[in-house]
């Protein structure tokens, strides 16, 4: 899992973010991945899935973009 330290960070910054709104929970979460950082789909959404237990991204959907880089964006997320 060597996305922890990729992921861990998104999740607390969406998280952050999504409060400050008065959400309840993140419903879905759209990201642009860059191919280069040695990441996969699969891998990356298993990590995300096990990170975000106890969040408020618990149970969130996933829409991933991959793209010529090496960073990780959040483009969007969805809340209620």
Known sequence: ????????????????????EGAKRVTKATLKIGQFMGITEE????????LARGTLLEGASL????????????VSFDIE
Do not use: C, D, N
């Open 1 to 20: 899992m060597h996305e922890t330290h990729h992921i861990e960070p998104l999740i607390r910054g969406i998280a952050e973010h999504a409060r400050k």
């Open 63 to 74: 829409q991933l973009t991959f793209f010529p880089g090496y960073r990780i964006e959040v």
């Open 43 to 50: 891998s990356f959404k298993e990590t995300f899935t096990a």
